[in-house]
């Protein structure tokens, strides 16, 4: 008997660098469109997420009807977060 591998889900999950509503204001990131990205505070996340090189995957985004690609790898993984460096690829 052959057993076959399990197909993964090949979904991508939306990020806030993929996002072209995303925008950047002192120290929150932010939805153009009035998307609420966290459920405290006022709606935004804070930029330290974004210098650490965190995913940013926002449930909210997943199922947006305002989301508007960036581009392909609009921010490339390799280049996400800038306070320890330049990341090293294995």
């Keep these: 008997m052959v057993r ?5 889900d090949k979904r ?8 072209a509503n995303a ?3 002192g ?9 609420s990205l966290s459920t405290d ?8 997420m974004a210098a650490r090189g965190e995913p940013l995957v926002m449930p909210e ?5 305002e989301f508007e690609m960036a581009g392909e790898y609009f921010i490339k ?6 306070i320890h460096g330049p990341r090293q690829i294995s």
């Design 41 to 48: 505070g006022n709606g935004t996340v804070s930029l330290d």
């Design 27 to 35: 120290e929150c990131i932010y939805c153009d469109k009035g998307v």
């Design 12 to 19: 991508h999950l939306i990020t806030l660098y993929d996002c």
């Design 61 to 65: 985004c997943q199922e947006c009807q």
């Design 4 to 8: 076959r591998k399990k197909k993964k």
């Design 23 to 25: 925008r950047v204001k």
């Design 77 to 82: 993984p390799i280049e996400r977060g800038w």
